[in-house]
Nanobody
């Protein structure tokens, strides 16, 4: 079994910062790409940022320059540093990871989500 557990969401004022974490655990052989997605009420889930196993990153245009994705391969953890938060960033944030299990089965796993609310 593989599990992704997110933490770090909360309530923050506009212009504030939050750091999200997502730790993968279980029967993991290797992890390829990892990423963060967000889903606001009534909207589809959309990509926020991704990071490859080698550290290459990509961002949605709406967060470029404000958010930073990083990962610690030794800890099987991906982070999302969110600075300059705006009302429009309010959403549930989900991490995902492309994981190969010890049984050499590849799959994409998702976390349970963590809520980020930007409000004054």
């Amino acid at each position: 079994q593989v599990q992704l557990v997110e933490s770090g969401g909360g309530l923050v004022q506009p212009g504030g910062s939050l750091r999200l974490s997502c730790a993968a655990s279980g029967n993991i052989f290797s992890i390829n790409g990892m990423g963060w997605y967000c889903q606001a009420p009534g909207k589809q889930r959309e990509l926020v940022a991704t990071v490859t196993s080698g550290g290459s990153t990509a961002y949605a245009a709406s967060v470029k320059g404000r958010f930073t994705i990083s990962r610690d391969n030794a800890k099987n953890t991906v982070y999302l540093q969110m600075n300059g938060l705006k009302f429009g960033d309010t959403a549930a944030y989900y991490c995902n990871a492309e994981i190969v299990t010890i049984a050499r089965v590849w799959n994409i796993y998702w976390g349970q989500g963590t809520q980020v609310t930007v409000s004054s």
